[in-house]
């Protein structure tokens, strides 16, 4: 299953009538250029979880991300071309968890 394909099916099983009213999923561009997404872990298993930061190649412009945890929010930017890494990252982690 791609990364897009499994975030897709993870937040259709965090919909249940109240989650998908209040949080979810955000996937925006970056200027820079780049990808940034924030997925809610509210109302989630992943509640409270820790990530620890993973910082990777951030001073190229081509190939490079950064995630970590912030409040009940897990977040990354990265560039161009790795958005699906970062799924993935997220991915993992929640399947670890």
């Known amino acids: ?8 099916k993870w937040y259709a099983d965090q919909c249940n009538g109240d989650w998908e ?10 200027d820079n250029p780049g990808w940034s997404i924030t ?17 990777h190649n951030v001073e190229s412009e081509v190939s490079w991300w950064a995630c970590r945890t912030e409040g009940k929010q897990w977040r990354a930017a990265c560039g161009p071309t790795d958005l699906a890494t970062v799924i ?8 670890s968890n």
């Not at 299953?1 to 897709?8: A, D, I, Q, R």
């Not at 009213?21 to 970056?30: C, R, S």
């Open 88 to 95: 993935g990252l997220f991915r993992d982690w929640a399947i």
């Open 1 to 8: 299953m791609s990364e897009f394909h499994w975030l897709m």
């Open 21 to 30: 009213h209040q949080f979810g999923v955000k996937i925006e561009t970056l």
């Open 39 to 55: 997925i809610d872990l509210a109302g989630t298993p992943l509640e409270g979880r820790s990530y620890a930061r993973v910082d």
